[in-house]
């Protein structure tokens, strides 16, 4: 047990290690704070040519991409320039079969009248305050950091005291004290165990297996005075490394919504959820409405799951924080009337196989945006601000809803 306990605290330590070249490390990007943009990612978006050449994907699709992308950045661009905040583009799809069931050589042999709608993302972060953005920095590299070195501080002071106290030494001499008379026992008396087990003497099989258990709970009897203290010992370095993660939550929440919106659009996806989902996947409903001209829906959700210090990290495959305070969504085309068992919200071609199949002739082909999914993430005020300054019926118009 005092290995394990040594064990945890190295642990702890090695991540506070880790904690501080990660932020050295991220110090490597301009936004630092602020999620980094996934060069690589945007890169293979953008890479029309090997797209076209691996993938197949065709140039109608590549020009439908090329259109949204740019008339986005436009409509965002003209918005944050009224308002003088800065933006700059977080993540792209380069997704070019409709779902990873359909063989790649199946998907490569169907002609743009019988392809699917072509799906396609974006995200963008608009730094909507840069002062609090730089005191964010500030925080992470001093405040933070200084509170890390806090907690190694106290763990080699709490590891320190318990190299040192006796009490705890006897404690584990007594706990090894006892599992070696049990060894011993069970090794001087096996033999005669096992024989008795084959003539069935249970008084005799009894009586080794009670001598055993109370050499057991004596060795349990100081373990368990040994993990009390040892904890009590510990107490400092405990407290500070949850004060330490709880702060880091806190602050990250707080600076993230003070400083940044993320803005996230998907086109012809066969389904949209709210950004967050419960202990069964199933999306939360938005408790608020939003007013938004033209839209099908719009509504804001309040995140009632717990935060915790990766809510605010966006992987390489991602469009959307996993797990902000707040998130808008907004839909505009053709949607089903009822959420699925899931809460999600289904296209309407979604439910027309022909509209999904690979060899039925398409009313609207595949370059077609027959739907569009905003979702904005970050301080409740900022994104109402966005959604007044941004010009909706613009965004409304890259959208075809007629068939």
């Known amino acids: 047990m005092k290995t394990s306990m040594f064990t945890r605290l190295s642990r702890i330590t090695l991540l506070l290690i880790m904690f501080g070249y990660s932020v050295a490390k991220a110090q490597d990007c301009a936004y630092w704070p602020a999620p980094c943009p996934h060069a690589d990612e945007i890169t293979n978006a953008t890479d029309f040519v090997n797209r076209g050449q691996d993938n197949h994907v065709l140039p ?21 320039r009224a308002k003088h905040w800065s933006m700059y583009e977080l993540n792209e799809s380069s997704y070019d079969r409709p779902n990873s069931f359909i063989a790649y050589t199946q ?30 920095g500030d925080w992470y590299k001093n405040g933070l950091q200084a509170q890390s070195n806090q907690v190694v501080s106290d763990m080699k002071s709490d590891m320190s005291a318990q190299n040192n106290d006796q009490q705890l030494k006897a404690y584990m001499d007594s706990a090894q004290y006892y599992t070696q008379l049990r060894i011993a026992y069970m090794q001087n008396h096996n033999a005669q165990y096992t024989r008795d ?31 009390d203290l040892a904890n009590g010992l510990s107490a400092n370095s405990t407290n500070s490394y ?19 919106i993320l803005v996230h659009f998907a086109v012809n996806v066969s389904q949209a959820g709210t950004g967050a989902t419960d202990g069964d996947q199933k999306c939360f409903i938005p408790q608020r409405k939003l007013s938004v001209p033209g839209a099908f829906y719009a509504g804001l959700l309040h995140n009632p799951n717990e935060l915790d210090n990766h809510s605010y990290d966006v992987g390489e495959a991602d469009f959307t924080y996993p797990n902000p305070s707040n998130i808008a969504t907004v839909l505009w085309g053709k949607w089903l009337p009822k959420r699925d068992s899931y809460n999600y919200m289904r296209s309407a071609f979604s439910a027309v196989p022909a509209d ?28 109402q601000e966005v959604l007044k300054g941004v010009d909706i019926a613009a965004l409304q118009k890259l959208v075809t809803v007629s068939q």
């Not at 169907?110 to 002062?131: F, L, Q, S, W």
């Open 60 to 80: 109608q699709e590549i020009a439908m991409e090329s259109n949204v992308r740019n008339a986005l950045t436009d409509i965002l661009q003209k918005m944050i």
């Open 107 to 136: 998907w490569e042999a169907t002609p743009y009248e019988k392809r699917p709608p072509h799906a396609y993302e974006i995200c963008y972060i608009i730094i909507v305050n840069k002062d609090s953005l730089k005191t964010w």
């Open 197 to 227: 087990l084959q003539s069935g003497n249970k008084k005799a099989t009894q009586a080794y297996e009670k001598k055993v258990a109370w050499y057991s709970g004596r060795t349990d009897e100081f373990i368990k005075k040994y993990q």
């Open 242 to 260: 949850q004060d330490l993660q709880k702060q880091q939550i806190i602050n990250t929440d707080r600076f993230a919504n003070a400083s940044l």
């Open 356 to 383: 999904n199949d690979l060899t039925s002739l398409k009313k609207l082909k595949c370059d077609t945006v027959q739907n569009m999914v905003m979702h904005l993430e970050g301080r409740p005020d900022y994104i």
